[in-house]
């Protein structure tokens, strides 16, 4: 029999601890199972945020190159969205004065979420994914701003209403209507009509029209679905396609991204909802899913198609697996109907995402290859983001109390003050010597390097 040194007992030990915790096992049957990996994969995403940490800007990802990564404006309001999401399907509470502060912070003077340090370099879909963070506060009854701060609901409706606003819109030819991507003609990009910023807006108005009732939100909502349909950025097989160039739009650029048919889905579900089971938005609603779930989940498992297979998914592109597992848990909520056809893949694809959660020294950090059925190495929000939205998708939502701080007025916390801007011709005021807007100035918008590639050529069909 082996002699038993201390020093082996030591690595023996140890082993026993890596195996125990090595990966993140779940039973996508079991709502405890899955909360308790969510749990863990939602901590190990926040170990990425560090906003909130004396000398940092609260509310956003590491902006600069770091050892926590590298990541743009809008991923801050998908991680704030992201948290709510496992929030109210997990009843965690434990990191609402983040969520709160992120979003309360960004929300810019003018409660539009258009922080001066961003302005001149953020898209309309990065400050749509913002909106759609504060929506999410409102809609799942987290306790209210102060009174005297802009409230959830007013944020979304500010930023809503600039964006329907002409001055960020093309004005004429044939995609006269759409919103541009960027907002001033001086920013690469402004001559890029992007599906991105018009489902956002899309998902926006249709979200509002379902919390609120106002007939001007059903209205922007079914008019944009019928410019997008029109201009050929969605099929009639549900495809939903990138973007074009002012004035004409007819060079459509015809890579798609998950994320872009996710948010369209959503918006349509609330629609659908909204309208009490419209016939419109339940053939939208229905193509949609059948497009979605054969496009992006070949064998049952979340797949970026237009650049995963290459290993060419820049850091916005690997977010886009997190929007829409949130996307179709949404459906299911808003559609039942959908949940038939809708929940089996995303258990398939929830159980893939997290077994793949066997990276970095603690044995499980997530990567972004899930079909692979092994880890790819990789870390970061992004991947922690995607595993996570995949675990919440599963689970049914669930009652969750406003918040410690709560005077009750959480949920339906007042509209809109007229606190922000509505004649969406705000100027540039950022600050070009702020720290922290180098990088951006470059290209900070969410899917800037998408653009990048899409002008450069890359991805045209
Ligand atoms: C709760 O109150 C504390 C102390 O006043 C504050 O720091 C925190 O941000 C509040 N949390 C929320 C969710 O409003
Ligand atoms: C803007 O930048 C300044 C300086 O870095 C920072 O203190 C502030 O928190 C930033 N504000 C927002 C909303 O990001
Ligand atoms: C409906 O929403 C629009 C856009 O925010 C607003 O201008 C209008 O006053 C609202 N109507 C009602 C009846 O609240
Ligand atoms: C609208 O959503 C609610 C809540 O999920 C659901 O009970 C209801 O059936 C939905 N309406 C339709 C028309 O599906
Ligand atoms: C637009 O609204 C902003 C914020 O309310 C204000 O500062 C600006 O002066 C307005 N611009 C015009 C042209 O009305």
Redesign the pocket.
Known sequence: MAKITPNSLACVLLAVHRALTAGITVDVEDADSIKAAAALVAEDLMSYYDGNEPGNTPGILPEASSDKGFYYWWTGGLLWGSMLDYRSHTGETKY??LI??GLQWQAGQNADYLPANYTATLGNDDQAIWALAALDAEESGF?APPADDPQWLALAENVFNEQAGDARRVADGDCKGALRWMLFPSSNGYDYVNSGSNVGFFNLAAQLAYVTKNETYEDAAGDTYDLLSDIGFVTDKFQVYDGAHVEDCSDINKVQFSYNAAMLLQGSAYLYNHTDGDDKWKTRVDGLVDSILATFFPDGVAFEVSCEKASACNTDMMFYKGVLHHGLGATMQAAPHTAAKILPVLKTSAKAAAAQCTGGDSGRLCGFHWSTGKNDGTTGAAQQLGVLSALVSILPQQAVAA???SSGSGAGSSGNTGSGSQNGTESDTSDSDTPGSLGAKVSTSFGALVGALVLGGLFLA
Request: no cysteine; hydrophobic share 10%; aromatic share 0%.
């Open positions: 609402d004065d709160s502060q306790a918040g410690s701080n």
